[in-house]
């Protein structure tokens, strides 16, 4: 059983940064694929960024080149650096983990969840 939890969410104006960070329970980075999605209310759960074993990324297009995904395998967890925030990126963001590796990443790909943490950007 994996065991993921994110912190590192708040509030912050529009232009602004936040970095997000999960812990995960066990060295899962060699076994899974780590991802990053996000809800908004009333909206569906939504890839944000993926990263693979071997440090490769990919993100959806709209935060290409804002938001950075990155792996600590010291500390174990899986990172996302949020840039240029607008207010359309507030959401809830969830940190998962999968044996799958499909492009585009699916939400039922992924077993394991953790509970989230609020991201709010204002205008």
């Known amino acids: 059983q994996v065991q993921l939890v994110e912190s590192g969410g708040g509030l912050v104006q529009a232009g602004g940064s936040l970095r997000l960070s999960c812990a995960a329970s066990?060295?899962?980075?060699?076994?899974?694929?780590m991802g990053w999605f996000r809800q908004a209310p009333g909206k569906e759960r939504e890839f944000v960024a993926g990263i693979t074993w071997s440090g490769g990324t990919y993100y959806r297009d709209s935060v290409k080149g804002r938001f950075t995904i990155s792996l600590d395998n010291a500390k174990n967890t899986v990172n996302l650096q949020l840039n240029s925030l607008k207010p359309d990126d507030t959401a809830v963001y969830y940190c998962?983990?999968?044996?799958?590796?499909?492009?585009?990443?699916?939400?039922?790909?992924?077993?394991?969840w953790g509970q989230g943490t609020q991201v709010t950007v204002s205008s």
């Open positions: 066990q060295r899962v980075f060699n076994s899974y694929y």
């Open positions: 998962a983990a999968s044996r799958l590796h499909r492009l585009p990443p699916r939400v039922d790909d992924y077993a394991y």
